[in-house]
């Protein structure tokens, strides 16, 4: 009589444990199988991110198919595969612990509605919600990883090892191709040494470099560098609106104004003088004088597009 | 015989023409430090005479502890108001060469009975020094090419907005006497490698010294100098003059800079000044060498001692690397480091990367500061690649690393302005000295054709012309052109003049004809002029705002001055007691030291990150979170800058973000900055901004009541340009204090605990009559709405 009740008391954790083990094992099964990026639907991401986790998971939230036209999307999306790659190097005990997945906006519209999301690609971290690895913050809702970085693969892996059990091993691959390049470059340079000497040692060659590097410098062209400024807005527009900004077709023509203003100068003081005609040397000095009034003009009038307050203006 | 294009006064004797010249000059400098001094002048004139902005509070509040309590107690000065509870021990963690500046000359205008207030001295500071740049600079330009350009050169440095910007009356700043130093600094060093004198290596020593004790830009001369001896040995330039210059300054530079307490032994352990001991050590094994090769005559000894210097030097370098990487050299400081890789500041010191003066720089900044001098820059600097004696090689290596420097960081534009003047000024003179020099060439009529291309082609064709044998020509043809028959003032311009062209002495050069020149003067004279208009306008415009007072024009014109910063500050003086912790993000810490005299959370010197990460958490989170930060911190008040109402917009929700960054960076589990973002992912603050958002510290505080102020119309805030929500905010654990006339400064209370031990936010919904529900707890929350 007794006997039952005692056996199915021995099974139920049995079976608990099944029940409980089921989602984890597939889970496991599907990451193995798919480079470690389980591919989402709606189910398995229900599955993933169900309220009972003990697990953790990295969710990329993508729209890869070319008639969404996400191109940050596919910019990133080998960024998000090279990090769990790295990450299926980890001892399966850590590793298993924690997912890489990845869901695409046409498997799994009824995810991104409930979510609300309207941009991709998105990556959510999920904290596990019970068992060991529960956060002591009792925290239980995604994180999302910020973008300021950029979609390089280093920022995420280390942005994302902040969630997981061990940091993920992400080691950047070696560049093969930059370093042939340079390597490409160190022989030409090495074998027509004895010809471009000479170049090399012309103070002219580097008159040219440093007036070019400070052409560029002066004309703001490490603004558009760090602010990743585009080269020109929409619908043409090549003058960015406001005196703190501007666009990489502002550094072009700027600084070849300054470039040709400054030579202009040079062609006055440097050529000039020594034209031994009279009449070509005064049409010389009328030439150049005329340039620089005019490009002075050009300056100060696309200067007054950029600083709509400044009351001073040439010819235009 | 010569042509003249103008005929030229020719009964003068050649002392009168000596006397007058250096008679006009100066008068000339006269003049340029009279500008210098009387453009700097608009923020007292227009305002008044005040400390400005942020840093220059606290350098002002040092010097009157300085002048009231002597150097010594200075020197130990611990200061437990800032930085609460941690306080900050000032006398090591300030450079004290600005505020000994003003201290000294507070007492020798003392010691001569002048009864100077300290204010005033530290008002008028940077407006002195900037005649004294105008001079340092005059000197480095002579060194260049001649008087006349050194003049230019001064007057445009007295003038220039990139300068100025850092220098008006009242900013009171490091800045204010550094730029000053630095070009002293060089100009010492120019003239010790150009005689080879121990003596100017010294005087450079001493002002690196000075400059180390009053900037921490002088990292930048600790760098520039030992690059362009790295450059000149490179060209094949050593020299003994090289060797004494830079060993007497590196000496004995290095030896005072460790006197300051705050650089100790930085100069050995730091990356940053390892480039100056490097090349330092490599003289000595090229003069080592150079010593022996001069006693031995053996080709393959000399060979051989060739690769042992090589050899020894690439060791060396090896040495340092290995040092660093074994941690007995500390690497490169952030500050330094984000200057060469520009995302490294964002991503690991926040802290930095929020200070809008380290932002790049758009090419409109650059055009604003210099005006036309930055397209006569890469001219001059041409005409340093024709001349390329060793202080050309100085001023072009200047020229590249400054340009690089300013385009990453607005405020290293200070350090490009100085070159940009000299390499501006010696252009500009030699468009003025060829087109002034009244002699007229012969005209050939057979080499009419082909003697421009001869011009080009002998500059590119023989440019690795030794310097000395260059030198030698031009002598040659000052002393030529000295006997001829042009008379004395003849002589004057067309000494000046030959210098561009001395390599080809004999050929005839020049300009025919009057036209010519009065178009190229005229219109020389002409770009002279909008540049001091340009200067003018900027000046007061735009650079001589005090930014504790702030200016708008009233409907008929006049002007109308905002004081919302004092009144408030003020406020906090009379009415709190004098132990009241103040909290405000940090930008304000200084003004409130200085102008409310209330211990501060965090200051401007902001050398604790966590410190500063802790207010932006409790800026950045709710009430509930907050308030047990801000009683465990001590803090009586709260003060947040609030622009909404008259659209100032340096206000806190603009800069709200990077405390949710800074704080984020220190508890990533707490804070993220996407929570404060709308799901659209935009920063809004009307009804659509984000719950967190909404909850946070810094937001309430903000529009607490703002909306009632429009009395049940829209509530607009006008910085932001949006509506602000009908129903504002509630505040349960802060108590509205103090709020200035414009609303730019709001000051909270903190409330102490419940006397009944309630939390105080069931207090205050129990204070205002609703009953509180026991079966729901969630409906507090509603009720309270």
Known sequence: ??????????????????????????????????????????????????????????????????????????????????????????????????????????????????????????????????????????????????????????????????????????????????????????????????????????????????????????????????????????????????????????????????????????????????????????AQVYLWSFVIFIMYSVLVSLFRVKNRGYPFKLLL | MTTKAYALPSDLSPATVTNTTSLLRIIALAFISGAAIASRLFAVINFESIIHEFDPWFNYRATRVLVADGFYEFWNWFDPTAWYPLGRVVGGTVYPGLMATSGVIYKILHALNLPVDIRNICVLLAPGFSSLTAWSTYMFTKELKDESAGLLAAAFIGIVPGYISRSVAGSYDNEAIAIFLLMFTFFNWIKALKTGSAFFGTIAALFYFYMVAAWGGYAFITNMIPLHALALLLMGRYSSRLYVAYSSWYAVGTLASMQVPFVGFQPVRTSEHMAALGVFGLLQIIAFAELVRSHVSSKQFQTLLYASVIGLGFLGTLAIIGLTYKGWIAPWTGRFYSLWDTGYAKKYIPIIASVSEHQPTAWPSFFMDLQFLIFLFPAGVVMCFRELRDEHVFVIIYAIVASYFAGVMVRLMLTLTPVVCVAAAIAFSTVLDTYINPVEPEAPADEAASSEVNSVASDVTNPSTPTPVSKKSKKAVKDSSASSTTGPFGDLVASVTSGKSGKKGERSFGVFGLDTRLVVIFHAIGMLIFFVWHCTWVTSNAYSSPSVVLASSNPDGSQHIIDDFREAYYWLRQNTPETAVVMSWWDYGYQIAGMADRPTLVDNNTWNNTHIATVGKAMSSSEEVAYPILRKHDVDYVLVIFGGLIGYSGDDINKFLWMVRIAQGVWPDEIQEPNYFTRKGEYKIDDEASPTMKNSLMYKMSYYRYAELFGGGQALDRVRGQQVPKTGPTLDYLDEAFTSENWIVRIYEVKKEDLLGRDLKSANAFAQGKKRKRTKPASRRKALL
């Not at chain 1, 191109?71 to 080998?78: H, L, M, W």
């Not at chain 1, 960024?79 to 046409?106: C, G, I, Y």
């Not at chain 1, 052409?215 to 020109?232: C, D, E, K, Q, Y």
Request: aromatic share 12%; net charge positive; charged share 15%.
């Open chain 1, 1 to 282: 009589m007794y006997l039952l009740p005692l056996l199915s008391f021995l099974l139920l954790p049995l079976s608990f444990v099944v029940a409980k083990e089921d989602p984890h094992a597939e889970l496991v099964k599907l990451a193995a199988a798919n480079k470690g990026v389980i591919p989402l639907d709606e189910r398995v991401y229900n599955l993933l991110t169900s309220p009972k986790r003990t697990w953790s998971s990295s969710v990329q939230f993508t729209a890869l198919d070319p008639k969404r036209r996400c191109s940050p999307c596919k910019e990133f999306n080998p960024s998000f595969n090279q990090v769990a790659k790295a990450w299926q190097k980890v001892p399966a005990e850590q590793r298993d612990t924690h997912f890489f997945a990845s869901l695409d906006f046409d498997n799994g519209m009824a995810v991104f509605q409930k979510l609300g999301m309207q941009s991709a690609p998105i990556v959510h971290v999920y904290p596990a919600a019970e068992g060991p690895r529960k956060s002591p913050s009792g925290k239980t809702s995604p994180f999302t990883y910020d973008f300021s970085y950029g979609f390089e693969a280093g920022p995420l892996a280390e942005s994302l090892s902040q969630h997981t059990p061990v940091p993920i091993p992400y080691k950047a691959p070696i560049d093969w191709g930059r370093w042939a390049t340079v390597a490409a470059f160190g022989v030409i340079f090495a074998v027509t040494l004895r010809f471009i000497a000479p170049i090399l040692q012309s103070r002219w060659t580097w008159a040219a470099g440093t007036v070019l590097t400070i052409l560029i410098m002066t004309a703001g062209h490490m603004f558009t560098r760090i602010r990743g400024a585009p080269n020109s807005g929409p619908n043409g527009q090549w003058i960015a609106p406001g005196y703190q900004n501007q666009f990489g077709q502002e550094t072009q023509v700027v600084a070849m104004t300054y470039g040709l203003l400054g030579s202009a100068i040079l062609m006055l003081t440097v050529v000039t003088p020594y034209t031994s005609s009279p009449r070509r040397q005064r």
